[in-house]
């Protein structure tokens, strides 16, 4: 599984998945969002963007571990967007149903382990709950990892105007821009950017549309973008994930 040779799913023929599943493959399933994102970015980023570093984490870990991407969750809990259009979202109960059958899909196909790697922030706390129950239901060893947080000490040395990944900001639109720049419009980087939001006491949790948060439906600065940053910033989450799937005490057998 070097960088000469397919990982994704998708693209293999059932005897090789049957091989990989053999040599305890680990799958990564990407779980996104098809969402808003403010007035220069397509609404495709969260899957684009959580594709491309699963795919890529998949080739660096290489034959030290094997790897292969499931197809992308396109739709994951976006109902903060709706307002803003071009958005697609599902409720909690559904976002389970789906994620269970696929994870029961994996597991008969005779995999083991499986990371759901998380590419929308509205997805991160749900998945977590989704993780722990599915755990005591099925024979495989499920985690999830939201890329951004695993790789948060390294994003934090690219970015220049935050901290880490907000919403069509900074690191999204440079991500975007590094993949397929004909898709952003920096014409509108300006109309785009967005102050810091506004966040209530520590430890409280409120639901809010993002439209009490930002007009635009942005929240960072775009106009800090680049290209270059945006390479850095894949490689930087690809190889966090990576040595996540290459980190064996982390997948020593969880089952009790």
Known sequence: MGDGMDVEWASLKAAELRALAEREAVVILPVAAIEQHGPHLPVMVDTLLCTEIAVRAARKAG???PAVVAPTVWSGLSEHHMPFGGTFTLDFSTFHAVLRCLCRCIERNGFRRALLLNGHGGNDFALK???????????????????????????????????N???????ETSMVLALRPELVDSSRFEEARTAEERSGPAGAYRWSSFTGRTRSGVIGDPTAASAEKGERLL??????????????????????
Do not use: K, M, P
């Open 165 to 171: 990944i907000r919403h069509a900001c900074e690191a």
């Open 63 to 65: 034959e030290g571990q």
């Open 235 to 256: 490689e930087a989450a690809a190889d966090a994930v990576a040595g996540l799937i290459l980190n064996r005490e982390f997948w020593a057998d969880a089952q009790e």
């Open 129 to 163: 709950v989704v993780v722990e129950q599915l755990a005591h239901e099925l024979q495989l060893t499920l985690a999830t990892t939201t890329y951004w947080h695993l790789a948060a000490d390294a994003i934090r040395g690219i970015l220049e105007r935050q901290d």
